[in-house]
């Protein structure tokens, strides 16, 4: 099965309020992580990433935070906007492997 | 500046056809993927290639092969299409694995009657 898996699969948040989208990975090997974004009719776009030696990291109106203790992923934005409406993937490549594997992915539903 | 470029972009095809389905990257990458996406389920690897001229089996290869003459082209053939085949299918290409994203192209909608 999927080592690289979402919470939940679908996560409600009204506009200007902080989204937490959750990830796990099961790979203590993986060394390097990666959220995409994905709108409709599009392809997955690159929104943050994360090396292993790093415990948090920000972008703008994003920060991705990993623990490494419980193998643990996650993706704050910031003042949620309605273009933030999308399915969101983590992914994780284990030990400089040549591939990358994606999580399932969770889809972010904005409230007005 | 184009990135990952796909086509065709919608395909509708009978059971038993064949068809390819081409992917090009303007960037100069030297990792190219293919992927296919299922509703409900994220994306599965299906082909990918480390350079020109070589390729390697993903998670889900049956039914398809790939080839890579050019270094930015990554083509991905079904040579007898299937109703399972039906998906969405990205392409996607990275200067190096680690610590580099990968860049996708908007994916090829493909029908199988």
């Known amino acids: 099965g999927e080592s690289v898996g979402l919470h939940l699969p679908t996560l409600s948040v009204q506009e200007g309020d902080n989204s937490i989208i959750n990830c796990a990975y099961s790979?203590?090997?993986?060394?390097?992580f990666i959220w995409y974004k994905q709108e409709s009719g599009k392809g997955p776009q690159f929104i943050i990433d994360i090396r292993s030696n790093m415990d948090k990291r920000q972008g703008q109106r994003v920060t991705v935070l990993l623990n490494k203790t419980v193998k643990h992923l996650s993706l704050q934005i910031a003042a949620t906007q309605p273009g933030d409406s999308a399915v969101y993937f983590c992914a994780e490549n284990r030990g400089r492997d040549d591939k990358i594997i994606f999580g399932k992915g969770t889809r972010l539903h904005i409230l007005p | 500046n184009a990135g990952v470029t796909q086509t065709p972009k919608f395909r509708v095809l009978k059971t038993g056809q064949s068809m390819t389905l081409l992917c090009a990257q303007d960037m100069n990458h030297e990792y190219m993927y293919w992927y296919r996406q299922d509703p409900g389920m994220g994306l599965r690897l299906i082909h990918y290639?480390?350079?020109?001229?070589?390729?390697a089996k993903g998670e889900v290869p049956d039914g398809y092969n790939v080839s890579r003459l050019k270094k930015q082209n990554f083509l991905l053939g079904l040579e007898s299409a299937a109703p399972s085949q039906t998906s969405v299918y990205f392409c996607?290409?990275?200067?190096?694995?680690?610590?580099?994203?990968?860049?996708f192209g908007d994916g090829t909608r493909l029908s199988i009657l």
């Open positions: 790979n203590s090997a993986s060394d390097y």
């Open positions: 290639s480390v350079g020109e001229g070589t390729t």
């Open positions: 996607a290409s990275t200067d190096r694995v680690y610590n580099q994203p990968q860049h």
